[in-house]
């Protein structure tokens, strides 16, 4: 089974910055696809970020222009940059990755119990 560990969030104001790393440890067979994906309370977890084996990427709405999703395959790394932090980017961030999904998928549908999950970074954005 593979496992992935997400690190690097935490409380910044607004306009601030973080990256987030995911570390994955195991197999994943392509065509796959990975991802970010967060949770605020009360709301369903929504994909923000995902990309494949050749780095093809995809965004939400909502984050395009500010965030920016990247792997480093050499060390097992997949990251998300995120700049221009607002308020209602507070949430839980998650990495996670499926085999046999193209980027869009895994972005629109990819959701627990499906694929294998992160255990979770918070991010905190204040005004």
């Known amino acids: 089974r593979v496992r992935l560990v997400e690190s690097g969030g935490g409380s910044v104001q607004s306009g601030g910055s973080l990256r987030l790393a995911c570390v994955v440890s195991?197999?994943?067979?392509?065509?796959?696809?990975m991802g970010w994906f967060r949770q605020a309370p009360g709301r369903e977890r929504e994909g923000v970020a995902s990309i494949d084996a050749s780095d093809h990427t995809d965004y939400a709405d909502s984050v395009k222009g500010r965030f920016t999703i990247s792997k480093d395959s050499t060390k097992n790394t997949m990251y998300l940059q995120i700049n221009s932090l607002k308020p209602e980017d507070t949430a839980m961030y998650y990495c996670?990755?499926?085999?046999?999904?193209?980027?869009?998928?895994?972005?629109?549908?990819?959701?627990?119990?499906?694929?294998?999950w992160g255990q979770g970074t918070q991010v905190t954005v204040s005004s």
């Open positions: 195991g197999y994943i067979r392509n065509p796959y696809a």
């Open positions: 996670a990755e499926e085999e046999g999904m193209t980027t869009f998928q895994a972005l629109h549908i990819l959701r627990p119990p499906y694929g294998d």
